[in-house]
């Protein structure tokens, strides 16, 4: 089913209210889940969400309101994907990560790099395109302005937008679109896409210096989510463990901050799912270990190392809580066909 995360709601609770409506209202109106407009994980159906933003625009009047909402939201209601973003090295890469990944925040839309529709030398455009390509105009002002705040924010204030394209004619007027893309806003070509235009060369503006180990486990975590439809919480915090185990100790505090969440807040969601977060580093551990193990020729103190002990004995002693056997006797179960080389071990699939 498509979703869209409740991040994407967010602004427009201040938004509602300084224009003297009730946002809680208009969610019960829609059949929105209660939280969805304080927090960010909870998954909606793409077209609630936009029936709550469309409804409230009516109701008060207030044609610009998917922009209004945009102007309130930050780099940081991408989740994971803004970890990636803040770390990539160039606005090019930014630009990448952003097309390929933004599936896993909504699987409304689809932003692609093209060529620029006018065309002009030097200018590409991203495109922007919802689900529904007669989606409604306020949910697309939205998204897009949302998009251009993304742009601007990754590269330092500007990217040298050039131009807009807005597939629809705006209920508010174009003076407005204006003022908040600080271009030129073109209607009434069939792009059956909004368009956001600019100087190619921009993609390889270098970016202030990120983290290259965050930005790698960031990709890792985005290109199992993208494949991964499982949506609960331990599965979202034990994806980046499994890919921290051997590079460097997983800890609360940095999963935590993959995925933007104070680690008080972690701690707390993952009790109420029964589990902790050592136990979930535990669990994580001893597959990777059976994995390699019974899969690899690596040497047990190899295997021990990249699941994260510093000494054999550790890996030795936590085996036999495991399993009630040592690394050796659990290898011993395996037959020699099941084993693959130590050089294909590190892109061996996760269980």
């Known amino acids: 089913m498509t979703f869209v995360r409740s991040a994407t709601l967010r602004g427009f609770r201040e938004v509602v209210t300084g224009l003297g409506g009730d946002p809680e209202a208009y969610r019960m109106q829609v059949g929105l889940p209660a939280g969805c407009l304080d927090q960010d994980d ?34 940081s209601v991408l989740g994971p994907l803004a970890v990636a973003l803040t770390n990539s090295r160039t606005l090019g890469a930014a630009l990448d990560c952003l097309t390929r990944y933004l599936g896993v925040h909504s699987q409304a839309v689809s932003l ?12 590409v455009a991203l495109y922007y395109r919802p689900a529904d390509e007669h989606g409604p105009v306020q949910t697309t002002d ?17 990217y040298g937008l050039r131009g807009v394209e807005l597939p629809y004619t705006p209920i508010a007027p174009l003076a407005t679109y204006r003022e908040f893309f600080g271009a030129p806003v073109q209607i009434g070509r069939p792009l059956r896409a909004a368009v956001l235009r600019f100087p190619a060369a921009v993609a390889e503006r270098e970016l202030r210096r990120g983290d290259d180990t965050i930005y790698q486990l960031a ?70 270990a059976l994995r390699l193990l019974l899969g690899t020729d690596l040497t047990v103190g190899q295997i021990g190392a990249m699941v994260g002990f510093d000494v054999q004995p550790s890996f030795t002693r936590a085996a036999r809580r495991w399993w009630g056997k040592t690394p050796t006797q659990m290898r011993a179960k395996a037959s020699p066909g099941d084993k693959i080389s130590s050089s294909r071990a590190n892109r061996a699939p996760h269980a």
């Open 42 to 75: 909870i998954t909606v159906a793409p077209a609630t969400a936009a029936a709550l933003v469309e409804t409230a625009a009516a109701d008060l009047d207030c044609p610009d309101l998917g922009l209004r909402i945009a102007a309130k939201q930050s780099l």
């Open 112 to 123: 692609t790099l093209g060529e620029d529709p006018d065309p002009t030398s030097g200018i």
């Open 142 to 158: 939205l998204g897009l302005g949302f998009a251009h705040r993304v742009l601007s924010q990754i590269s330092g204030g500007s």
């Open 219 to 288: 990709m890792a975590y985005l290109a199992r989510r993208a494949g991964d439809r499982g949506d609960d919480l331990v599965s979202r915090v034990r994806t980046p463990v499994l890919d921290s185990l051997g590079v460097a100790p997983p800890t609360l505090d940095g999963v935590a901050g993959l995925m933007l969440m104070h680690p008080r807040t972690l701690q707390r969601q993952l009790a109420a799912a029964g589990t902790t977060f050592g136990a979930v580093v535990d669990d994580a551990r001893r597959e990777k």
